[in-house]
T-cell receptor, first 114, second 116 residues
Framework: AQSVAQPEDQVNVAEGNPLTVKCTYSVSGNPYLFWYVQYPNRGLQFLLKYITGDNLVKGSYGFEAEFNKSQTSFHLKKPSALVSDSALYFCAVRLSGGSYIPTFGRGTSLIVHP | EAQVTQNPRYLITVTGKKLTVTCSQNMNHEYMSWYRQDPGLGLRQIYYSMNVEVTDKGDVPEGYKVSRKEKRNFPLILESPSPNQTSLYFC???????????????FGAGTRLSVL
């Protein structure tokens, strides 16, 4: 079984400040991890993924995420938030050798205040 | 432009009236899937298809059907919709290169369905 937890329903941050959106996962093997972003009235867009290799992954729009195997976490970060980053963010996990069915987190609403 | 197209974007229907939501992709992707998004539950996969004529159940398949007669199309069929199928639906596709499980998915814009 695999699962993803996004412990915060909402994250508020001031423009220009660093942001973190948390994600922890549980799989019975090696994970493939993904972050997607959803803007209002739009489908999900891919941000970044961890497959293997360097634990720090850089993605679109200046976002990055760090894979931490011991803490089973894959937190999304950005050094300086923009108002336009306000959106719904989803973390997802797939088992590397298993089913192609991904498991998504419940989503975290990021609100960046001017 | 590479895209996944869903139609309709909005649909209001009544209990028991069969409906179909279409999904089409122009990227020659082999893998396609359907999700529903509900508040507090995130995205849950309904059905997926690895290729033409190959479909399989996701996490929440009850009350839904799919077909994959052509590579580009993957319609979602609700034979007898019920109010608990009121939701936001997304179609997605993935390219076939390499290990499928690590490939990113491309999502349509969504179909908001209300079943009265």
């Amino acid at each position: 079984a695999q699962s993803v937890a996004q412990p915060e329903d909402q994250v508020n941050v001031a423009e220009g400040n660093p942001l973190t959106v948390k994600c922890t996962y549980s799989v019975s093997g090696n994970p493939y991890l993904f972050w997607y972003v959803q803007y209002p009235n739009r489908g999900l867009q891919f941000l970044l993924k961890y497959i293997t290799g360097d634990n720090l992954v850089k993605g679109s729009y200046g976002f990055e995420a760090e894979f931490n195997k011991s803490q089973t976490s894959f937190h999304l970060k950005k050094p300086s938030a923009l108002v336009s980053d306000s959106a719904l963010y989803f973390c997802a996990v797939r088992l590397s050798g298993g089913s192609y069915i991904p498991t998504f987190g419940r989503g975290t609403s990021l609100i960046v205040h001017p | 432009e590479a895209q996944v197209t869903q139609n309709p974007r909005y649909l209001i229907t009544v209990t028991g009236k069969k409906l179909t939501v279409t999904c089409s992709q122009n990227m020659n992707h082999e893998y396609m899937s359907w999700y529903r998004q509900d508040p507090g539950l995130g995205l849950r996969q309904i059905y997926y298809s690895m290729n033409v004529e190959v479909t399989d159940k996701g996490d929440v398949p009850e009350g839904y059907k799919v077909s994959r007669k052509e590579k580009r199309n993957f319609p979602l069929i609700l034979e007898s919709p019920s109010p608990n199928q009121t939701s936001l639906y997304f179609c997605a596709s993935s390219p076939p290169q390499g290990r499928l499980a690590k490939n990113i998915q491309y999502f349509g814009a969504g179909t908001r369905l209300s079943v009265l």
